[in-house]
């Protein structure tokens, strides 16, 4: 599977800058991003998930980039529309105008207050919501449970989640997983690097 998206990576030239937010307070990192967001194509081109749910939107740049690499997919984001965590009020805005042509809806909804994620079982699930320790882990727990693939991103990003169980996070997650008959892969992403937790 790695070696299959590092082959895709190789030959991919995706740009997100086509359908980034000029306005976007971030937009001085645009150039930055390019790498990190063809890298997450390539994960979906390979995956080919037919139903995704992210948690943290922002402002759909993943959300289009896994629409573009799966096409046919159905997409459910949820975003606090906050401005804590790299969010942006109204950037949801943004994110429903460039996934308009996609099966795509989005909900406003604080995942934290969640016991379970919108829908049913996903064939991905992207984790890239409140990062901060507890936050990541709760929502990791929902989703290692509602989905065949969880891509858990920018993971190491933050302090607490860096020193939050970086090392024993694949048999803390095992222990939490209740769909025994389904086998799951986590998928911990942060700056170029990604490693595949697989369960079952
Ligand atoms: C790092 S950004 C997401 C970036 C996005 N995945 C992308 O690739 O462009 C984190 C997002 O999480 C959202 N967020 C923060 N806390 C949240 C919570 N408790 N529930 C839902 N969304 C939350 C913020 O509003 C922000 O949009």
Not at 46 to 70: M, N
Not at 145 to 168: C, E, I, M
């Amino acid at each position: 599977m790695v070696d299959a998206i590092l082959t895709e990576l190789s030959k991919s030239s995706f740009d997100f800058r086509k359908f980034a937010n000029p306005s976007d307070p971030l937009s001085e990192l645009f150039d930055e991003w390019v790498s990190y967001y063809r890298l997450k194509f390539c994960v979906a081109k390979i995956l080919q998930p037919k139903s995704i749910l992210e948690v943290g939107v922002r402002y759909g740049y993943s959300a289009r980039t896994f629409l573009e690499a799966s096409p046919s997919a159905r997409f459910v984001g949820v975003d606090l529309d906050c401005d804590s965590f790299g969010g942006q009020s109204g950037a949801l805005g943004w994110a429903r105008q460039i996934t308009a042509a996609y099966d795509a809806e989005f909900v406003t909804a604080d995942s934290q207050q969640m016991k379970r994620l919108p829908g049913s079982i996903y064939d991905l699930i992207h984790v890239d919501g409140q990062q901060d320790g507890d936050g990541s882990w709760h929502d990791l727990e929902l989703a290692v449970n509602q989905s065949r693939y969880v891509l858990a991103d920018g993971y190491f990003w933050t302090q607490q989640n860096l020193f939050f169980k970086p090392f024993d996070i694949l048999c803390q997650l095992r222990q939490l997983k209740e769909h025994t008959t389904e086998t799951t892969s986590v998928v911990l992403h942060a700056e170029g690097l990604i490693h595949f937790l697989r369960f079952g």
